[in-house]
């Protein structure tokens, strides 16, 4: 007999796998090990959604006639590592081949690789672009950017196309049309909500029992297990925050953690759902006349873009990229990213949501707490981490790319032209933070000052020698040298002021 290993990320039908192997004589496995619910203190409510939705999944998988041979956390003889139950099972069913499906992070797949079994390798075909794909395009090319890979993948996959090929509306990218702040009297539609089936309580107390000293909310979890709730949550998107999605993905508002944004990463990135349909239902929205054309472009470049990239650059560049670190920075993670425990109210929002939902989308992510990781200098391995352990949709193969290349800017260009560096005016622009907040985000270096300000200017001036020559930051480095001296100065040491309050582990 052959065994197929199914992993926790890989809760579809579609594994080719599944079609490789037959129900009537071979067998599945599946494990729950503390190797991977530890590594990173992973959310508990990440744990929470992998565990019940590998369970639900084996039921299915039973239901259509499988073996499912399952190891609970607490099983008897649980080895606690995915090699060690590979070998383990292997050795019980005396299986003659071991299939396993391409994994989403590069240790996982190394400690499988060296665990001395007969392994049958099957390509991830949940994604619409290969790894050996993705070396083909990237091969010789003198810079991989992401919007040419992008349209590249519009033409592939026949998505927004007019019948000779061009795009619809005449152009690949509407991004500059979905950058506005949210209207004062406009909220998100009310968010879709799941109930706790009996699994999924089991599933809640096993994690409370075990995994309470993990950072984030133990109670709460409200996220969709099987593939029929993560459908139903896809088409509460499609009907009630798709239209405004493309004005309004970047906005920012106090207590509205969701917007009109999908919240499908999780279920999409464990294989609830399938990119391709998510795909063909945006575009069939918009060809219906439901949805513009700046949010059916807009998400669709979220996913086969800059998701399709991100996972392609990772595979193209690990192991090595995960030790970049191009701007040399060495400060400590601050206590507050684990307690949201900051009178800088964006901040205290931003990480209250994290360690209450295990959510924030892009731009809370990017120019909130990334932002502040950059500006403050913040070492890639430490703020990795914290991206991979706090949020649901979190895997290494995004996460990796999207805060070490994108957040930090430590690749030294390789996936991101420019750093995303920004001062609190972005964030008042986009949210409505500030008027709540304790600091004044039209000052800089007096004591009250927000700490985004003066901390922009700081890291513009530590790093001019790696990125003077810039030529998407000439007109800001432009700015700071029309500045006088003694405002330059004061910005410095207002800098200076605040990093040594990190280093001590000061308020701020």
Same mark, same amino acid.
């Given at each position: 007999m052959r065994l197929g290993l199914v992993l926790g990320d890989q809760l579809s039908f579609n594994l080719d796998l599944l079609q490789a192997?037959?129900?009537?004589?071979?067998?599945?496995?599946?494990?729950?090990?503390?190797?991977?619910?530890?590594?990173?203190?992973? *959310?508990? @409510?990440?744990?929470?959604?992998?565990?019940?939705?590998?369970? *639900?999944?084996?039921e299915a998988l039973r239901e259509q006639g499988w073996r499912v041979h399952y190891v609970t956390l607490d099983a008897p003889g649980n080895s606690g590592s995915i090699a060690g139950e590979l070998r383990r099972w292997q050795a019980a069913l005396d299986a003659c081949e071991v299939h396993v499906t391409e994994c989403g992070e590069w240790r996982l797949e190394q400690a499988m690789t060296e665990c001395g079994l007969p392994l049958v390798w099957h390509a991830d075909r949940r994604f619409l672009c290969s790894r050996q794909a993705f070396a083909r395009w990237a091969g010789g090319r003198p810079q991989l950017r992401m919007e040419d890979f992008y349209r590249g993948m519009r033409k592939r996959c026949g998505l927004l196309l007019e019948p000779d090929g061009r795009p619809v509306g005449g152009a690949w990218n509407f991004d500059r049309e979905n950058r506005k702040a949210l209207p004062r009297r406009l909220h998100g539609p009310f968010p879709a909500h799941f109930t706790q089936d009996a699994i999924t309580l089991e599933v809640v107390a096993l994690v409370r029992s075990r995994f309470s000293g993990h950072y984030g909310?133990?109670?709460?979890? &409200?996220?969709?297990?099987? *593939?029929?709730?993560? @459908?139903?949550?896809?088409?509460?998107?499609?009907?009630?925050?798709?239209?405004?999605?493309?004005?309004? @993905? &970047?906005?920012?508002?106090?207590?509205?953690?969701?917007?009109? *944004?999908?919240?499908?990463s999780a279920a999409l990135n464990i294989g609830l759902l399938d990119v391709r349909q998510l795909c063909a239902d945006v575009e069939r929205a918009y060809r219906q006349g439901s949805v513009p054309l700046n949010a059916a472009e807009g998400f669709i470049r979220q996913l086969i873009g800059w998701r399709e990239y991100v996972r392609g650059i990772y595979w193209l560049r690990m192991p090595e990229y995960a030790e970049l670190n191009g701007l040399d920075n060495q400060r400590a993670l601050p206590a507050f990213y684990w307690t949201g425990d900051t009178d800088m109210r964006c901040m205290a929002q931003v990480i209250g949501q994290t360690l209450a939902l295990g959510y924030a989308h892009h731009i809370q992510r990017l120019m909130v707490t990334g932002n502040f990781a950059l500006l403050s200098g913040i070492a890639p391995p430490h703020i990795c981490e914290w991206y991979l352990a706090v949020y649901l949709d979190a895997f290494d193969w995004v996460e990796l790319p999207n805060t070490l290349g994108m957040v930090m800017h430590a690749d030294g260009g390789f996936l991101g032209s420019k750093p995303y560096c920004a001062s609190g005016r972005y964030i008042q622009r986009m949210s409505d933070h500030c008027g709540a907040c304790r600091y004044r985000v039209d000052l800089a270096v007096e004591e009250d000052a927000c700490p985004f300000n003066a901390l922009y200017w700081h890291f513009l001036m530590r790093h001019r020698q790696a990125l003077g020559n810039n030529p998407r930051l000439a007109p800001v480095y432009l700015n700071l040298n029309g500045l006088p001296e003694e405002r330059r100065d004061a910005l410095w040491q207002r800098g200076e002021q605040l990093l040594a309050k990190l280093d001590v582990g000061q308020r701020l």
């Open positions: 192997l037959d129900p009537a004589r071979d067998a599945l496995l599946m494990a729950e090990v503390e190797e991977e619910a530890r590594y990173v203190p992973h *959310h508990p @409510q990440k744990i929470m959604l992998i565990f019940s939705a590998m369970r *639900h999944f084996a909310a133990v109670d709460g979890f &409200d996220y969709p297990v099987t *593939h029929a709730e993560a @459908q139903s949550l896809w088409q509460h998107f499609l009907d009630f925050g798709l239209a405004a999605f493309g004005d309004f @993905q &970047d906005a920012m508002a106090e207590n509205e953690p969701f917007l009109f *944004h999908a919240r499908v």
